[in-house]
C-alpha cells in the first residue's frame, strides 16, 4: 500500500479541501557499486581538503557559497533555518490558468492528491470545474522545507499536483543555434506530412513501449549471475548518410509503410485468436 508523503490542504478562496500527497511516478534505474576488479572490495571515498591533502571528518565539514573566485561565505544550520519557507501544509492557489497556454517545459514531477473523507466533495467539485473550464490551478506548496510553484491538474479522475520550474530555470531556445523560420520545398513537406501520417496513431499507448536497454541489462545480470553468457549482440546496421533529402523521405515513407502494414497483420492475428479463445 503507498504511504502518503505529506499532508495537508488545498486552499483556494475560503475552500478548504484536505489531502494527501502520493508519488505518481517511479524510476526503474538499476544500482550499481563501485568495487576493486581484484577483490570485489566496496570501494569508499574519503572527503580530502584541498588545501592540507588531509582527510576531514564529517563535524568539521561547513556549507559555503563561492561569491567570488576562492571567496566564500559560510552559512551554518541556524542560517538555513532563518530562511526556510514556513511549512503551511498546504496548497495554496493563486491563479488558475487555461492549460494551453503553458509552456510544457516548466513541468516537472508529479503527484497525485488524495482527498480525506471530509474533503471528498470539495475534491470532486474543484476537479470537474478544472475539466469543464479546460484550466489548471497555480499554486505555492512547501515540501520538506522547500518551496515551489506547482500545478493543480484534473488527470484521469485524480487531481494531480505538479511541481514546476521556476521562471528563471528555463533555458530560453535562443541561447542554441537553431535555423530560422523559412520558405520550405513543397514536394519535401508534402513527403514529410506523408511519413508522419503513416507513422502516425489514434492513441497514445505508452504500454507498448519497454526500456529495451533496462531489460536486456537484467537479462545480461541474470545470466552471469547463473555463469551463464550470453551471445554477442548483433550490431545494428548502418544508417545510410543523407545525400538527398527527398531520397530519404521516400525510403522512409516506405520502410513506414511495410512496418504498419506488419503490425496491422499481427492485431489482426491477435484479435481473432482473442475471438476464437
Known amino acids: 500500500m503507498a504511504h502518503a508523503i505529506w499532508s495537508g490542504a488545498i486552499n483556494f478562496g475560503l475552500v478548504t479541501i484536505p489531502v494527501k500527497l502520493f508519488t505518481a511516478v517511479k524510476t526503474d534505474d538499476l544500482s550499481f557499486n563501485m568495487l576493486h576488479a581484484k577483490d570485489e ?3 569508499r571515498y574519503e572527503r580530502i581538503c584541498s588545501v592540507d591533502g588531509k582527510p576531514v571528518p564529517w563535524d568539521e565539514i561547513v556549507k559555503g557559497y563561492e561569491y567570488e573566485k576562492g571567496q566564500y ?3 551554518t544550520d541556524e542560517d538555513f533555518a532563518k530562511v526556510n519557507p514556513e511549512a503551511t501544509q498546504s ?3 493563486l491563479e488558475f490558468v487555461e492549460i494551453d497556454k503553458i509552456n510544457p517545459m516548466f513541468f516537472d514531477k508529479p503527484y497525485y492528491l488524495e482527498p480525506t473523507k471530509q474533503g471528498r466533495h470539495a475534491y470532486a467539485l474543484l476537479r470537474e470545474a478544472l475539466e469543464d473550464t479546460n484550466r489548471v490551478a497555480i499554486a505555492r506548496v512547501v515540501i520538506r522545507t522547500k518551496e515551489y510553484i506547482a500545478a493543480v491538474k484534473p488527470i484521469d479522475g485524480a487531481l494531480v499536483l505538479e511541481l514546476m520550474h521556476w521562471a528563471n530555470e528555463i533555458v530560453e531556445p535562443g541561447s542554441i543555434d537553431i535555423p530560422g523560420r523559412e520558405r520550405l520545398p513543397e514536394k519535401e513537406m ?3 506530412r506523408m511519413l508522419i501520417d503513416t507513422m502516425s496513431a489514434d492513441e497514445f499507448e505508452p504500454e507498448k513501449f519497454t526500456n529495451q536497454y533496462h531489460d ?3 537479462t545480461m545480470i541474470d545470466a552471469r549471475a547463473a ?3 550470453l551471445p554477442k549482440a548483433k550490431k545494428p546496421p548502418a544508417r545510410a548518410k543523407v545525400v538527398n533529402l527527398m531520397d530519404v523521405l521516400a525510403q522512409s515513407l516506405e520502410e513506414s509503410k511495410k512496418r504498419r502494414a ?4 499481427k492485431a489482426t492475428t491477435k484479435r481473432r485468436k482473442k475471438t476464437a479463445a
Not at 262 to 265: E, F, H, I, K
Open 190 to 192: 508534402k513527403m514529410a
Open 216 to 218: 536486456q541489462l537484467l
Open 41 to 43: 572490495g566496496r570501494i
Open 227 to 229: 555463469g551463464k553468457e
Open 91 to 93: 496548497v495554496d492557489i
Open 73 to 75: 561565505v559560510i552559512l
Open 262 to 265: 506488419s503490425a496491422d497483420g
